[in-house]
């Protein structure tokens, strides 16, 4: 692949004569086993969990010769006649980028992306290899009290190996012919966001406050210099959640929304959830900005956090959020999930009023 607008058909499977992904994957995992599993087989390919998300089915499927196996995800995209395309060309696009930043980012382990097996273009589906590990979320979330600062120093370790992936990724996929971010794009989602909230019964919003917040965002997008506004490859979800680790590498995961945009842009999502951990005690906002310190320290100099593009995306990242809870197209959490994330949507929707009073930057 020599660039993300080059036609690649690599690993791209023609059609066949079953539109049934996970038959089409078990076709391919059975014909490729012994490449997986370095044996002559017979092999067993069975789908051992699957996940049903908003946007896409997610199954986990082991190739097996009866004393080893391996383990790879099937990531379906739902359709409709009118989203095909859409999502065609987001599973095709993804599969792309996964092929070009898999072979660049080989020399620079412990960083990396998931394999790519094979793209599924007749079910918009998109087959990858297990990354070893588990969610950079869940372990940022865990806690050590007999020894808090050594796993402190084990996690700030792993957050400046995020931010030295998202430098490299940034560098790899900047655009060559440059360009610039049209920052209307973030304040106009903001005003979109800020309609639904007054429309929906417990927005939690006034007019007036929504107002202000407009006049507060078109303030800031105002400000933003162009050197921050430069293009480059946008993940479009960098966030712990989408990190795999085995404490020592970081493997990126989910590459369906790449698109172009500012630096920022991921920076700042990973940022903002490094400081949802500050909640609570005082222990845990001096740790939330130790590891906010690690992660910027692994990005480098390129980026302020304190910006006005910066602080752009933070009041967008906070009316995206609640927004969402008031959604009436999105499926409602579980009653458990609201309750948890109910102090928080509370001390959000206080700081976005600080923030409309201009007590906030």
Not at 302 to 330: F, G, H, M, Q, W
């Amino acid at each position: 692949m020599t660039g993300h607008n080059g036609h690649v058909t690599t690993g791209i499977s023609a059609a066949s004569p079953t539109g049934d992904p996970v038959e089409r994957a078990r076709r391919l995992l059975l014909d490729r086993g012994p490449d997986h599993l370095g044996t002559a087989g017979p092999f067993e390919v069975t789908v051992v969990a699957t996940e049903e998300r908003p946007e896409s089915t997610l199954r986990r499927i082991r190739l097996s010769d009866g004393l080893r196996s391996r383990t790879f995800y099937l990531k379906t995209l739902r359709t409709t006649p009118t989203t095909r395309p859409e999502q065609l060309a987001a599973v095709t696009g993804e599969h792309r980028v996964l092929v070009y930043l898999h072979e660049r980012f080989e020399p620079l382990a412990p960083l990396s992306v998931v394999k790519p097996v094979a793209c599924l273009p007749e079910s918009c589906s998109l087959l990858t290899e297990e990354a070893a590990g588990r969610g950079l979320n869940l372990l940022l979330s865990s806690t050590n009290p007999i020894r808090p600062s050594g796993r402190l120093r084990r996690h700030a370790d792993l957050c400046r190996l995020a931010g030295a992936w998202l430098r490299h990724f940034h560098a790899l996929t900047a655009p060559p012919a440059g360009g610039r971010y049209d920052v209307s794009e973030i304040f106009g989602y903001c005003e979109e966001r800020l309609r639904l909230m007054l429309s929906q019964p417990g927005g939690g919003l006034d007019l007036d406050t929504a107002l202000a917040l407009e006049r507060h965002v078109r303030r800031l997008a105002a400000r933003v210099t162009a050197p921050e506004l430069e293009l480059v490859g946008r993940h479009n979800d960098f966030r712990p959640e989408n990190v795999v680790t085995d404490g020592r590498s970081l493997t990126l995961l989910d590459f369906t929304g790449f698109t172009y945009g500012p630096r920022l842009y991921d920076f700042m999502k990973f940022w903002l959830r490094l400081e949802n951990l500050s909640q609570g005690l005082l222990p845990r906002r001096r740790r939330a900005a130790a590891l906010q310190a690690a992660f910027r320290e692994g990005y480098g100099p390129a980026v302020d956090p304190r910006s006005p593009l910066a602080n752009l995306l933070r009041v967008a990242y906070a009316i995206d959020k609640i927004s969402e809870a008031v959604d009436p197209t999105l499926p409602r959490p579980p009653w458990s999930r609201r309750l948890v994330m109910a102090n928080w949507y509370r001390s959000q929707r206080q700081w976005l009023g600080r923030v409309a009073q201009g007590d906030s930057p």
